[in-house]
């Protein structure tokens, strides 16, 4: 069964730009990870998050309205758990498209109502280490009014994703522009990349 999602990740790549399957974790990993993001943002623990990278680093609340915690084995089970299902997911990759892959990096994200993303890149201008995203979604009973789609440009297509409970989403960071619309309720979410350093 895990293997038949990575599949699906991995063969609408190929196929088509992107991945996207609904399901892709457990749904209990998925209740623990929700429910970590709803503690760490009660506890204050989230942050605005910026865009650029090392001095270039800067929030910009024009261009992105979440905030995040950056997920760590050692913080709780459930980042643990989601870490490690990652790790498999990233040595079937390797496996079977050798890849090369041989880190990664992933955060919580919370988008509260009326925030957003606009269109951008995953890849930095001076770092070309991350080279597929995937962003894993932990939202609830989640419809078509709440708003908040992932929209992936391809050529003259923009293809929308509701962000349901337990799916993801998967492509290249350098070469598939994207952005979160505006939603209309707290949207939750886990982002990342993966990497070859």
């Known amino acids: 069964?895990?293997?038949?999602?990575?599949e699906e990740l991995i063969s609408g790549l190929l196929?088509?730009?992107?991945?996207?399957?609904?399901?892709?974790?457990?749904?209990?990993?998925?209740?623990a990870l929700?429910?970590?993001l709803q503690a760490y943002d009660a506890a204050g623990q989230m942050f605005p998050a910026g865009v650029g990278q090392h001095?270039?680093?800067a929030r910009n609340e024009q261009l992105r309205g979440?905030?995040?915690k950056w997920?760590?084995?050692?913080?709780?089970?459930?980042?643990?758990?989601?870490?490690e299902y990652i790790e498999a997911f990233i040595e079937y990759l390797n496996k079977t498209c050798f890849t090369g892959i041989n880190s990664y990096e992933f955060h919580f994200a919370r988008y509260e109502a009326g925030?957003?993303?606009?269109?951008?890149?995953?890849?930095f201008k001076t770092d070309t280490g991350r080279k597929f995203s995937l962003v894993i979604y932990l939202n609830e009973a989640w419809t078509a009014?709440?708003?908040g789609q992932l929209l992936i440009y391809l050529d003259d297509q923009e293809i929308s994703i509701l962000p349901e409970g337990g799916r993801a989403t998967f492509f290249r960071s350098d070469e598939i522009d994207h952005e979160v619309r505006p939603t209309n309720r707290n949207r939750l979410s886990i982002a990342g990349w993966l990497k070859r350093i």
Do not use: C, W
Request: charged share 35%; glycine share 2%.
């Open 71 to 83: 997920l760590e084995k050692e913080n709780s089970a459930a980042e643990k758990a989601f870490l």
């Open 34 to 36: 929700r429910a970590q």
């Open 55 to 57: 001095t270039n680093y």
């Open 1 to 6: 069964m895990q293997e038949e999602k990575f």
């Open 145 to 147: 009014d709440d708003a």
């Open 15 to 31: 196929d088509r730009q992107f991945g996207t399957v609904a399901r892709f974790i457990p749904t209990e990993i998925e209740a």
């Open 66 to 68: 979440d905030v995040i």
């Open 115 to 123: 925030s957003f993303y606009k269109r951008h890149r995953d890849q």
